[in-house]
């Protein structure tokens, strides 16, 4: 899905290009007028309601010819000196914030009759309303006010521009209904209104809109059924519905889109069956259904699928058999989920098996026994095989595994010396928990663990050893080694672990002090030392974790004053019970401190 939004982008970018480039070669060989007053006029309106911009566009913006090009981001007609274009997007930023406009959009805009593309994308903190005044642009045929955080509603008014062909307002803060007059937008190609609130079902109006291409109405709590009418967008190459609160069957009349590519309804409350029709959609590249409420087998004419490489059928209620066709059909088939369903698989089938398969994830489906051989496996890169009854086959499992990224192998019963496993390199998450795994945890951690890892999950099996000292430059952001055997003290290069967001040793045998060096773990975000034998004082110097939201020092033999500062002072007494002598907010007061005793 999120290959399509690039695309999508991209499409925005290259139409942008195309249409600022189609200009009269003689107009460009003669001097330029300079920019229309009122039209300048409304764009210094615009900037003006715009009270912070630290994207420094509208710097530009200066001197009475919006139209010499220095003013970023517009563009003019260069034989009439009107304004065309108003494209402002925030660029990426790869130091955190990325830069951003705080303010309104002025119904100034309105005023800029010629416009034809209006951009203003990613800009985070525009909020307040989009302006009725929008629908004055009779020549508009790109509206594009995506990531900001506008609210209210979508103006009715914008169902009669008339040139309109791509509407994205996604991520915004928009709510109420769809209005019925976006269905007279008989030219639109692309309609982006995801990661809103918008309510109720989708307007029977969109049955009009024979030529969209592109439809994502994700991420919002859009209820009732799918129209059949979606059937009839002969045009349509992507569709996302995924993460409503739709409901009922799927419609048989989508399985008849020939150019249909990516189809996600996940995440909704659809009943009934996956149609046999979904043959039909001989384009499909990429298919989820997942998160809903179908029930049934799944259809033997989903083997037809020549270009599915997609398949995502998690988490619902369907059932066995397995078609047998699916052994020879899929043939582009790189990536399938089936887990959390009502299967009993016993074995993971020899037509997954023997693929080349990227992704396999087949969580809860009630295999047994031996992990599967895989008979390509350098070719997967995801594995999720969690929630299983699976017991052995750990030694030699990943050899091969060449480019495993992800796996999880958690809630089996799994009995191994973890100290016997090699790990591949390039893998950035493991999650092992909840099985028998035994042995010592150097085997995972220790000066060879590769700077790929980010995430390693442990925990609830009864591994042993030390921790070891953390080397510079690992990215783990994710450690949970709870509910372990593991004993020593806690290292105090445990602060070279820089990116760590979540640390959770609890229901260990962990002894010594709480280092100082914890407090360096700046982006820490979960904290969980209970159950231990830890000894001193909670250093001060974990205030500077502004961001902790949880953390749990619970039954060690802690002492001392609790650091008198956000967050730590305002976490539930629970969170420090069952120590020597802690005291301080929000335990009792501290001896040295009490007022009655410093009186006397």
Known sequence: MLNCRWILNLFLIFSLCEHFSQTPVQARSLSPPSCYAPDRA???????KIIEDTTDSLSSWVGTDCCSGGWEGVECNPSTGRVTGLVLQSPSSDRGIAPYMKGTLSPALGSLKFLEVLVISGMKHITGTIPESLSNLTHLTQLVLEDNALSGTIPTSLGYLPSLKTLVLDGN???GRIPPSLGNLNGLLQLNLARNYLTDPIPPTFRTLHGLQ??????NLLSGLIPDSVGHF???????????QLSGPIPTSVCGLPSLTDMSLS???????????????KSLTSLSLSANRLTGQIPESLARLQNLWYLNLSRNGLSNPLPSGLGKGIPSLLSIDL???NLSLGTVPDWIRSRELSAVHLAGCKLEGTLPNFTRPSSLTSLDLSNNHLTEGLANFFTRMSNLQTVKLSNNQLKHDISKITLPDELSSVDFSSNQ??????????NHTSSFLEYVDVSRNIISGTLPEFREGLSMKVLNLGSNKIAGHIPSSISNLAELQRLDVCRNQITGTIPTSLGLLTKLQWLDLSINMLTGKIPDSMLRIANLRHANFRANRLCGEIPQGRPFNIFPAAAYAHNDCLCGKPMPPCKAKDPTKTSQ
């Open 173 to 175: 803060h928009l709510g």
């Open 42 to 48: 409304a764009l210094l309106s615009f900037k003006a």
């Open 214 to 219: 592109f439809l994502d109405l994700s991420h």
């Open 234 to 244: 002969l045009n349509l190459s992507f569709i996302d519905l995924s993460y409503n």
């Open 437 to 446: 795994l035994f042995g010592s945890i150097s085997a995972i951690l220790n």
């Open 267 to 281: 995440n909704n409350q659809l009943t009934g069956r996956i149609p046999d029709q979904i043959s039909g959609l």
């Open 339 to 341: 887990s959390y369903n």
